[in-house]
């Protein structure tokens, strides 16, 4: 019987939402999924580490790299360049290890399109008044970077559509149960169990006025 293939799981969110806390959480606490480290043009933040939060290039680099084929997609970012190296994902599959890519939704369409492997999961605020709070609250980010953040969260939520899955990060350990819910599922070929659950269609007529609200 041949090895396992590893299985891609996106996980996408406005900025703010809690990709990062719920992404590390998973990660901690499954040592079959590894968390992609993602090339980018922005300046580390404080505390963050080069080649364990991102691989942080120059522009110039960045565009050697894309011209040379080597992403799997990229997009630009709040002015910056952000992008998953394709040959350490497939090594990372290969070896029959999950991986999770922390990306925002121009880089999740561009899987979408070209990976049938790939599993989409977007992550909501409960709020738009609690994305804001989350986004301020962080500090990581200069008060213009946050508005310029949170006008483009009313555009990222339009691409929920083309996600498999959807689920609030309200209270984090009940959002961290549920994408382990789905990965675990997909895992075991009992997707339609996921998709009833925490499928995109279900969680929006669950919400209902309160998912146009966040818009
Ligand atoms: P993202 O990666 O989507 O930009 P972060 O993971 O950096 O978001 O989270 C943004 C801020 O919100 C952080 O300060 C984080 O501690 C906080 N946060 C994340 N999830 C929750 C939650 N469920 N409840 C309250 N605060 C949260
Ligand atoms: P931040 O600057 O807050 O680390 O990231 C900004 C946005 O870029 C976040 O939504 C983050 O998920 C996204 N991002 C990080 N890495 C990648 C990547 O490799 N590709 C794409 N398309 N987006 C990424």
Same mark, same amino acid.
């Given at each position: 019987m041949g090895q396992r293939r590893g299985i891609p799981f996106v996980i996408s969110a406005p900025? %703010?939402?809690g990709k990062t806390s719920v992404c590390r959480r998973v990660v901690d606490a499954d040592p079959l999924i590894i968390h992609s480290v993602s090339h980018t043009t922005r300046a580390p933040r404080a505390g963050e580490r080069d080649g364990s939060d991102y691989h942080f290039v120059s522009d110039k680099e960045f565009r050697r790299l894309a011209e040379a084929g080597a992403f799997l997609e990229y997009a630009e970012y709040g002015g910056h360049l952000y992008g998953t190296g394709s040959g350490e994902l497939d090594a990372t599959l290969a070896r029959g290890l999950d991986v999770l890519l922390e990306i925002e939704v121009q880089g999740a369409a561009q899987i979408r399109e070209g990976r049938a492997d790939a599993r989409l999961v977007f992550l909501l605020p409960p709020s738009r008044e609690e994305l804001e709070r989350r986004l301020r609250g !962080? %500090?990581? =980010?200069a008060p213009e970077v946050v508005d310029r953040r949170l006008a483009l969260a009313r555009r990222e &939520?339009?691409?929920? !559509? &083309?996600? =498999?899955y959807a689920i609030v990060n309200d209270d984090l350990e009940l959002a961290v149960t549920q994408v382990r819910e789905v990965l675990a599922a997909e895992r075991e070929g009992r997707a339609a169990d996921a998709r009833a659950r925490h499928g995109r269609e279900v969680v929006l007529q669950r919400l209902g006025p309160r998912f146009d609200k966040l818009r």
């Open positions: 900025s %703010g939402t !962080r %500090g990581t =980010d &939520l339009e691409a929920i !559509r &083309l996600f =498999d």
